[in-house]
């Protein structure tokens, strides 16, 4: 029988924004991915006392970073007694998504993200600043991309992984991207989102470059990123008033989820580049400068789902689909 290289991959628990780690394990072939363990030390997730943490495997896919009988391996960390870890928000999100399952919700979430090489992000010239912003987005030529080449292959391996990634787009600032996940229920999204990061990270490594998801990645007039999450629940896709509805019960929290959308929050959402600042609440159709937008056509049909521009790039998915659960299909008051 032959050798299967399964990659694990964990987030750690580094503070404020915990980061995503992996290590390989040697299987049979056939053989189902087991729990394994790591060093919780060396991840800010353990004393050296009591150092064992456990994986155990949530979600798998091919790898196609290794091609052939590779695969991926998503993990939760859990305590040798089997007990989620405080590292392990998707312990919670489980918990809940299963409580509002009869809502049927699922979510879009669009990752965006910045290269950096070296120190600098990629298309910024060694000293000063490239042009201002106004023909990156969505641009063609060597003068306003940078990065294609990398920013395709990881388009590449999330359709070869089976991921289910539903577009890319250049971004409002020289190397910065953004890819799309879901739309997909919150266990489903969080899950591929955070392999689709995984293998982002990997792929540029390739290139020599790194992506990076600060949510304000050059100071100044630059637009910051963020993960705006795209969510409806089935009586949303049915009824306009739903989706009002769920934009009232995103005001009657806004603090609560303001404080879970991702460190650093109050450095992008200002107030001076899309998306109002995260001292406000409002809602709108077509309006990018609002908290959360409704989409035209949504209005036009008179149903469908709402954009919450608010969450980081940084952000946990685990706890940004949870919060909106409990406030729209818990129906926040
Ligand atoms: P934007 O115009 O804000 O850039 P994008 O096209 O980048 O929007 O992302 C929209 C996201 O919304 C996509 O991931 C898409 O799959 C998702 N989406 C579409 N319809 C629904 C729906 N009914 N419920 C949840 N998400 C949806
Ligand atoms: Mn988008
Ligand atoms: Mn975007
Ligand atoms: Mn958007």
Redesign the pocket.
């Known amino acids: 029988m032959g050798k299967v290289r399964a990659e694990y991959i964990w987030i750690d628990g580094t503070i404020p924004t915990p980061k995503l780690r992996s290590k390989t394990k040697v299987l049979e072939e056939g053989e189902e991915p087991p729990v394994w363990a790591f060093d919780g030390s060396s991840t800010n997730q353990a004393a050296g006392s009591t150092s064992d943490c456990v994986l155990r495997p949530v979600f798998k896919c091919h790898d196609p970073m290794r091609g052939g009988t590779s695969i991926l391996v998503m993990n939760e960390v859990l305590f040798p007694d089997m007990s989620p870890h405080p590292t392990n928000t998707r312990a919670a999100c489980e918990e809940v998504a299963g409580k509002y399952a009869s809502h049927e919700m699922?979510?879009?979430?669009?990752q965006e993200y910045t290269f950096f090489k070296g120190s600098r992000p990629l298309g910024f010239p060694d000293a000063g600043y490239p042009a201002p912003q106004g023909g990156y987005y969505c641009g063609v030529g060597a003068d306003e991309v940078f990065g294609r080449d990398v920013v395709e292959k990881h388009l590449d391996i999330c359709l070869e992984a089976d991921l289910?990634v539903?577009?890319i787009?250049g971004e409002v600032m020289p190397g910065q991207w953004?890819f799309?996940?879901?739309?997909l229920p919150a266990l489903e999204v969080s899950d591929q989102l955070w392999v689709g990061r995984w293998l982002l990270y990997r792929v540029a490594e390739e290139y020599g470059i790194n992506a990076t998801l600060y949510p304000k990645p050059a100071r100044g007039d630059w637009n910051g990123a963020g993960a705006?999450t795209?969510?409806?629940t089935k009586e949303?896709?049915e009824s306009y008033q739903a989706c009002i509805d769920a934009a009232e019960a995103l005001r009657r929290r806004h603090d609560l989820h303001i404080e879970n959308y991702g460190s650093g929050i109050e450095e992008r959402l200002t107030g001076r580049h899309e998306t109002c600042s995260y001292k406000e609440f409002r809602y709108g159709v077509s309006d990018?400068g609002a908290s959360v937008?409704i989409?035209w056509q949504v209005e036009r049909d008179q149903k469908?789902?709402i954009?919450d521009?608010r969450p980081n790039a940084n952000m946990d998915p685990y706890v940004v689909t949870r919060l909106i659960l409990e406030t729209v299909a818990g129906g926040a008051t």
């Open positions: 699922i979510f879009g979430i669009e289910g539903s577009g787009n953004e799309q996940i879901g739309p705006h795209n969510f409806s949303m896709r990018r937008r989409p469908g789902y954009e521009r």
